[in-house]
C-alpha cells in the first residue's frame, strides 16, 4: 500500500474522506491527526530557475509574469551549492578568479572539460588560494595568470606541483608597458620578442627564444641604465621598458615561463602554455551576468556558485540538491556556534569539538579576510 505517513508519530495513515476543494483527507491510525499531501513542487521550480538562469532568456519571456516568478524562486537564492569532492587526481589544473567589482572574487579551478571547485573571498591572496587548493589533490602542472597570491599558495599547498605562467598573460603585461606601437627601438625589438612567446612550441624554440631575449637584454642594457633629473630627483628615462623587463626577468628566474616545454620532454604528449581554458569559463560566466544584469551582490556569487556547480563532472538531480546543499540559515548557524564564547567558570570553552571545516561551504574561516 502507498500510504503516507504521519508527519506528527510517524504512524501510518488512512484515508478520510475529502476536502472542500475535493483534495483527499488522510487520517492518522495511532494519533488522529489529519492531513492533505501535498504535492512537492520544489524541484520543478528548481529546474526552471536553472533554466532561465543559463541560459539567454530574460524573465519577460517566460510564461509567467515577473513578480510570480520571483516568489516561486526566491528560496533557490538561499541554497549554496557546493563542489563536491571526488578526489580524483588531474594532471593539468587551470586557476583563475573571476571578480566583481573588487568586493568579491570568485576564485575558480578548471580541469578535463569541467569545473572542480570554487571559492569565494575578498582578495586573490594566499589564504584564499590555499583555501581552494585544500579541496583539490595536487597536480602535476598547475596553470594560471600570475597571481602572487596563487605561487605563495602552491608553494606550501602543492609543493611538488609545477606552475606553468600563462605565455599570453605574460606577453600582455610586456605590452602594457610597451604599448603596441612603441616608438623607440629597443620597445620595438621587446614587443617583438613578446608577440614570439605565443609561438613557442618545445624545448628548442624555448631556447631560442630565451637567447633572443638576452640578446636583447645585452644590446639595451645601457641604455636603460639612462636617467633624467626631474624635480630634483633622478628617474630611469625609460622606466616603462625597464619594468617589462623586470616582469620577463621574474619569469625566467623562477623558470614558470616554459614549463609546459619541460613536461612535454619528460613525461611526452602536449601540455598547455596558455590559460584559455579557463579564460573561455570567465567569459561565459561575464555573459551570464551581463545577459541577467540588475541582480544584487550576494545573487551574483550565488549564480556564479550555481554556473559551476552545473558545469561539475556530475551534478546531482534537482531534487538531490535540494536535500543536501546548505542553505543560509545553515551557514548563519555555523557562523553563530564558532563565535561563542568560552562560557566557563576557569575561562574554558564551553564545548569542544565544535570547530567548522568550513572548506566546506563558501568561505573558510581560517582564511576569512
Known amino acids: 500500500m502507498n500510504n503516507p505517513r504521519c508527519g506528527a508519530c ?41 533554466r532561465w538562469l543559463l541560459s539567454k532568456d530574460a524573465i519577460a519571456d517566460l510564461k509567467t509574469s515577473r513578480t510570480t516568478f520571483w516568489r516561486k524562486t526566491a528560496w533557490i537564492w538561499r541554497i549554496w551549492p557546493i563542489a563536491p569532492k571526488t578526489g580524483e587526481v588531474h594532471d593539468v589544473v587551470f586557476l583563475d578568479g573571476i571578480w566583481l567589482r573588487r568586493r568579491a572574487a570568485v576564485l575558480i579551478a578548471y580541469a578535463d572539460g569541467h569545473v572542480i571547485a570554487w571559492h569565494l573571498a575578498q582578495s586573490e591572496c594566499a589564504s584564499a588560494w590555499a583555501a581552494l587548493m585544500a579541496r583539490i589533490p595536487a597536480p602535476s602542472m598547475a596553470v594560471s595568470d600570475g597571481s602572487a597570491g596563487l605561487a605563495k599558495a602552491a608553494s606550501i599547498m602543492w609543493p611538488a606541483t609545477r606552475i606553468q605562467r600563462c605565455t599570453f598573460h605574460a606577453a600582455n603585461q610586456v605590452k602594457r608597458c610597451t604599448t603596441l606601437k612603441p616608438k623607440l627601438e629597443a620597445g620595438i625589438e621587446l614587443l617583438g620578442i613578446a608577440n614570439a612567446l605565443g609561438e613557442v612550441d618545445g624545448v628548442d624554440a624555448a631556447a631560442a627564444w630565451l637567447l633572443d631575449y638576452n640578446a636583447w637584454c645585452t644590446k639595451w642594457e645601457s641604455f636603460l641604465k639612462e636617467f633624467t633629473v626631474k624635480d630634483g630627483k633622478k628617474v630611469w628615462t625609460h622606466e616603462r621598458l625597464r619594468k617589462a623587463r623586470g616582469s620577463l626577468n621574474k619569469l625566467v628566474r623562477e623558470g614558470t615561463l616554459f614549463t609546459f616545454a619541460k613536461m612535454e620532454q619528460e613525461r611526452g604528449g602536449k601540455w598547455p602554455a596558455t590559460n584559455n581554458a579557463i579564460e573561455s569559463v570567465n567569459a561565459r560566466l561575464r555573459e551570464m551576468l551581463r545577459l541577467h544584469r540588475g541582480l544584487p551582490l550576494m545573487h551574483r556569487i550565488k549564480a556564479i556558485f550555481w554556473w559551476c556547480y552545473m558545469h561539475t563532472e556530475s551534478p546531482l538531480s534537482a531534487s538531490e540538491i535540494i536535500r543536501v546543499m546548505p542553505t543560509d540559515d545553515d551557514v548563519d548557524g555555523l557562523f553563530a556556534a564558532a563565535s561563542k564564547k568560552p562560557s566557563g567558570e576557569d575561562g574554558s570553552p564551553e564545548e569542544y569539538g565544535s570547530g567548522i571545516d568550513w572548506s566546506e561551504f563558501h568561505m573558510p574561516t581560517e582564511y576569512r579576510q
Open 10 to 50: 510517524g504512524g501510518r495513515m488512512k484515508r478520510n474522506g475529502t476536502t472542500k476543494a475535493g483534495a483527499q483527507r488522510w487520517r492518522c491510525i495511532r494519533c488522529g491527526a489529519s492531513a492533505v499531501r501535498r504535492i512537492d513542487a520544489s524541484a520543478k521550480a528548481l529546474r526552471a530557475f536553472l
